[in-house]
C-alpha cells in the first residue's frame, strides 16, 4: 500500500489498497489519523463490502434525508443526473453537524464519474484554527454554536431541485438542533480545530445575531483559504473517506449534462469537547 499526501495541510491518496481485507484495516485507520481525508483509488465493492468497512469504524449514522439504496437503507445515494442542476453538497459543510453526536466519518464511493468535473474539496479546520492570531483564539475560547437541520432540509426548502427530484426529502424529521464547542478537542488526534460551518451553523450561543454573523463570517473568509484546503479528483471505483470533526467538504457542481453517481455511508462519532 502507498500513501501519499495530497497538500501540506490534509489529505492523502492510498494505493495498491484493498478496503475488503481487514489486515489493511490497522494502516488505513493510520492514515486517516494522521490526514483527515484519504482517498483510497480503485476498489470494487458491493454495497455488503462498502457497509463491512464502514462497520469496522464504528456503528452506522443513517442519514434521515437523503434517498437511499432500497436493499440498504444505511446507504445513502449521492446523485445528480445529466437533467438536473443542483447537487448535493454544494456550500461547505460537515455532514451531521446538527446531531448531538455528529457523525465521526462519512465514506463516499464513486460509482459513475463524470470525464471532468466533479470534484470534491476539502478544508482543515485544524489547520484554519492554529493560523488565527493568540488574541483572535482567546475570544473564541469558551464559546459554543447552535447546529440545526431545519433550514436546510426542513419544510422552507421542499422546492429545492434535490427535493423535487427525490434526492433529499423526509423534511418533517429535519427538527435537530445541538450545541457544540466553536474549538474542540478532535477526538483522534487531540488537536484543536474549528467546529462551524456555513451551512449548518447558525447561530454563536449568548451573542446576538449581528455579533454572531460577524465572528462566523469572518471565520468562514478565513477557512476558505487554499493553504488549508485539498481537492480530490475523482476516478470510478474511488473511495474517500473524510473526518467531520476534523474538515469542511463541499462538492463542486461544475459537471451539467453528464450523471455523477455516489454511495455514501455516514459512521457514528461521539459527543465534542472543548479544546
Ligand atoms: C457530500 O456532501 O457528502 C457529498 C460530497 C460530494 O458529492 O462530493
Not at 481485507?21 to 462498502?50: G, Y
Not at 469496522?56 to 437533467?83: C, M, Q, S, Y
Not at 426542513?154 to 427525490?166: I, L, N, P, V
Amino acid at each position: 500500500m502507498k500513501i501519499r499526501p495530497l497538500t501540506g495541510a490534509l489529505g492523502a491518496e492510498i494505493l495498491d489498497a484493498d478496503l475488503t481485507d481487514p489486515d489493511q484495516f490497522d494502516a488505513i485507520r493510520q492514515a486517516f489519523i494522521d490526514h483527515s481525508v484519504i482517498t483510497i483509488r480503485a476498489q470494487s465493492l458491493t454495497p455488503d463490502d462498502h457497509l463491512r468497512f464502514a462497520r469496522r469504524w464504528g456503528d452506522i449514522n443513517v442519514n434521515r434525508f437523503f434517498a437511499a439504496l432500497d436493499t440498504h437503507p444505511e446507504i445513502a445515494i449521492v446523485l445528480k443526473e445529466p437533467d438536473q442542476t443542483g447537487a448535493i453538497g454544494e456550500v461547505w459543510h460537515t455532514d451531521h453537524a446538527y446531531d448531538q453526536e455528529p457523525a465521526m466519518g462519512s465514506i463516499l464511493y464513486g460509482i459513475e464519474i463524470p470525464e471532468v468535473g466533479g470534484d470534491t474539496v476539502f478544508c482543515s479546520m485544524a489547520a484554519a484554527y492554529d493560523a488565527l492570531s493568540d488574541r483572535f483564539k482567546s475570544l473564541l475560547d469558551g464559546l459554543h454554536a447552535w447546529h440545526s437541520s431545519r433550514h436546510v432540509f426542513g419544510a422552507s426548502q421542499s422546492k429545492s431541485d434535490a427535493s423535487r427530484t427525490g434526492r433529499v426529502g423526509n423534511a418533517d424529521n429535519a427538527t435537530q438542533d445541538a450545541l457544540h464547542p466553536v474549538v474542540i478537542k478532535h477526538p483522534l488526534s487531540g488537536r484543536p480545530g474549528l467546529f462551524v460551518n456555513p451551512q449548518f451553523t447558525t447561530q454563536i450561543d449568548g451573542l446576538t445575531q449581528p455579533e454572531s454573523d460577524a465572528i462566523l463570517n469572518m471565520l468562514y473568509d478565513h477557512c476558505q483559504k487554499p493553504e488549508f484546503q485539498c481537492r480530490v479528483r475523482w476516478k470510478t471505483g474511488d473511495v474517500t473517506m473524510w473526518d467531520n470533526r476534523a474538515t469542511w467538504h463541499k462538492a463542486i457542481n461544475d459537471y451539467h449534462g453528464h450523471r455523477r453517481y455516489m454511495n455514501r455511508i455516514t459512521v457514528q462519532g461521539g459527543p465534542l469537547e472543548s479544546a
